[in-house]
């Protein structure tokens, strides 16, 4: 598998953290943005959907100590760092 395959592989490694939690949201593109998140709230990965392609979008959570917290993509399909706010409360449990 070349480098470029595993990077946009939907699989998920046998020693890959699981998430505790979920983000989604939309990006201006109309992309559907999801970050799967630890315990701790720190993101372990980054996607987006579109048109029905998946690829690997880069996130990164910041402040998530805080009740409130961001998280920040780098949509694959049009280049734009979106951000968003969440509420830690209101964040849903990986399935």
Do not use: Y
Request: with cysteine.
């Amino acid at each position: 598998m070349t480098t470029a395959e595993s990077l946009t592989s939907s699989k998920t490694p046998a020693n890959a953290p699981l998430a505790a939690f979920v983000a989604d949201s939309r990006c201006e593109c109309q992309a559907s943005l999801r970050a799967e998140l630890d315990g701790q709230r720190n993101v372990l990965r980054g996607t987006a959907f579109l048109r029905g392609k998946r690829e690997l979008a880069p996130a990164h959570a910041i402040g998530a100590k805080g009740e409130r917290f961001d998280i920040g993509w780098a949509c694959p399909f049009c280049g734009r760092n979106v951000l968003r706010s969440f509420d830690s409360s209101a964040l849903p449990r990986a399935r």
